[in-house]
């Protein structure tokens, strides 16, 4: 069994579609809705978390794409300046999904993506505005 | 026999190459199995560091005159407003300045981009008179072209900080970062037992005069900081257990490194300027060796409410509880996080370390010790002036 984040985006045609039932039903996936953005008429968005044998996420997402569904890991739509980083924290105290937190031996900042659930809020959280999060477009 | 020892005398074994240098974190460890007596005797100086947002920051700028001369009146870098009241061809760039229309860009990035080296665009307007009658001009400086650029920080290494809290129903947008609501999260700014003046509480080592680590080069204290305050209660470990005393300090910006100086923006709050200071503390005798032996947990904080006005006192707590990732605040856990950079200070502590180490950086006897009795004013708000009545 694996487990694994990913960003999944819908065309705007596709809003009357259970892909999600498709998921569980068809390809035992278990799915965990992380954050959802759907909106009528318009792209829609979606952060889930899949688990399931190696074979049936394959399917699973060659399914998703074949409707259309873009579906792509969490981490590659997260991108964090580490180069830059100066490891103040400030980012960490709005992460209460502890996805970054400080390492506490040598308080340099830790970024474990597969705990993000892109709630955004290190974002503006960053005085050196250093993420960027790829979660609509 | 209690140890005495002189700058003088610390100061010829940094040229031989022999004095004991270790950090105030080493140091702080030694004291678990040493005497202040013991430490007085093995150890000659102790670095100190911190890095952290201190916003009362910015440089003196000279930008030579052009031909014909302007008297600068009006002054922008990069379009933020610089001060125009400093002759013809100075000005004060404040770290926090901003043009309103660009919130995000202000005086900060101007001296990182100044310090990189980059071209930054100065406009500057006068009215013209006979001896600078130009009125306007716009050009490139950067760098190279300016006379000097002089960071001169009149409020910087605040002895000790406010832990914030927000206990509001809405997330607070603060300089001690974004709060959460409901007191989901508690946000910390100094660096503990390695912070300069938490290791010499009284000043005894640190005045006028005193040579420090400013931003990658040397720089100098010049004068006790603006709300320098020394009537705040102190612990039964001598500190003072909220922000106290403060340092003005002094630089030659062309020679800083932005690896030590980085400007920063807060949502929805402004501007403002990281500003990496190392100082070191000679170990004179047993009672310094004691003051620069305090460990994280004899350090004690105020716990204040930023989302209530007048940010109330809702507790004390140890950088010990602080640093462990969680306090306890009035029966409540709150997850607690830092706004200032430990890798950044303990760096910072290092490279003092080894320039003492190597004879390059030597410690230097104050010119003139600190007040010992100061307080703070708050501004009242009065009646406006009325104009004098004309005569008749």
């Known amino acids: 069994m694996q487990k694994k984040r990913y960003v999944l985006k819908f065309p705007p045609q596709s809003g009357d579609q259970p892909f999600s039932y498709h998921l569980v039903k068809d390809f035992d996936i278990r799915i965990n809705i992380l954050r959802a953005e759907v909106w009528p008429g318009k792209t829609g968005s979606l952060v889930l978390e899949l688990e399931g044998t190696s074979d049936n996420l394959k399917q699973g997402i060659a399914y998703l794409k074949e409707n259309q569904v873009s579906c792509e890991p969490l981490n590659k739509k997260i991108t964090w300046n580490e180069k830059r980083c100066i490891s103040c924290g400030n980012?960490?105290?709005?992460?209460f999904a502890g996805a970054l937190q400080m390492d506490p031996v040598n308080w340099e900042l830790q970024f474990d993506s597969e705990k993000c659930i892109v709630c955004e809020l290190c974002v503006p959280a960053c005085p050196l505005n250093l993420f960027k999060i790829d979660f609509r477009e | 026999m209690s140890i005495q020892k002189t700058y003088e005398e610390i100061n010829e074994k940094i040229r031989r190459g022999e004095a004991v240098?270790?950090?105030?974190?080493?140091?702080?460890?030694?004291a678990l199995t040493a005497s202040p007596e013991e430490i007085a005797e093995k150890v000659d100086v102790v670095t100190t560091a911190t890095f952290g947002a201190m916003c009362s920051s910015g440089a003196i700028v000279n930008f030579g005159h052009a031909n014909p001369p302007i008297?600068?009146?009006?002054?922008?870098?990069?379009?933020v407003p610089a001060y125009e009241?400093?002759?013809?061809?100075d000005t004060y760039i404040g770290a926090t300045a901003c043009?309103?229309?660009?919130?995000?860009?202000?005086?900060?990035?101007?001296i990182q981009d100044l310090i990189e080296g980059k071209d930054i665009e100065l406009e500057a307007w006068g009215k013209g008179t006979d001896c600078y009658p130009r009125k306007h001009i716009k050009t490139i400086i950067n760098k190279e072209t300016v006379n000097e650029m002089i960071l001169f920080?009149?409020?910087?290494?605040?002895?000790?900080?406010?832990?914030?809290?927000?206990?509001?129903?809405?997330m607070k947008y603060t300089y001690m970062g974004n709060l959460l609501p409901h007191m989901r999260n508690a946000t910390y700014s100094t660096s503990g037992e390695l912070s300069p003046l938490l290791n010499d509480p009284e000043m005894k080592t640190i005045g006028i005069g005193t040579r420090i680590f400013l931003g990658g080069t040397q720089g100098f204290v010049v004068w006790p900081g603006t709300q320098f305050n020394t009537s705040k209660p102190k612990n039964e470990h001598g500190v003072p257990v909220s922000n106290s005393a403060t340092l003005a300090v002094i630089g030659n910006l062309k020679e800083m490194s932005s690896e030590f100086l980085q400007a920063a923006y807060y949502e929805k709050y402004g501007v403002s300027l990281f500003v990496g200071i190392g100082i070191p503390i000679p170990v004179l005798n047993a009672d310094i060796a004691k003051c620069v032996s305090i460990r994280n947990e004899q350090i004690e904080t105020t716990v204040c409410d930023y989302g209530?006005?007048?940010?109330?006192?809702?507790?004390?707590?140890?950088?010990?509880?602080?640093r462990s990732g969680e306090i306890e605040v009035q029966g409540k856990k709150i997850r607690t996080a830092p706004v200032s950079s430990l890798s950044k200070a303990r760096k910072i502590a290092d490279l003092l370390k080894k320039l003492i180490q190597s004879g390059e950086f030597e410690i230097t006897k104050p010119i003139q010790m600190f007040p010992t009795n100061t307080s703070l004013k708050s501004l009242k708000e009065q009646p406006p002036l009325t104009p004098p009545k004309e005569g008749n």
């Open chain 1, 91 to 95: 980012c960490t105290a709005v992460c």
């Open chain 2, 99 to 110: 043009d309103p229309e660009n919130p995000k860009y202000g005086g900060a990035h101007v």
């Open chain 2, 308 to 322: 209530v006005p007048g940010t109330p006192a809702l507790g004390r707590v140890n950088y010990a509880q602080l």
């Open chain 2, 71 to 79: 008297r600068m009146e009006k002054i922008r870098l990069n379009g």
């Open chain 2, 85 to 89: 009241g400093l002759a013809a061809v």
């Open chain 2, 153 to 170: 920080n009149p409020r910087n290494a605040y002895q000790n900080y406010n832990v914030a809290v927000n206990s509001t129903a809405q």
């Open chain 2, 21 to 30: 240098v270790l950090t105030a974190e080493e140091v702080s460890q030694m």
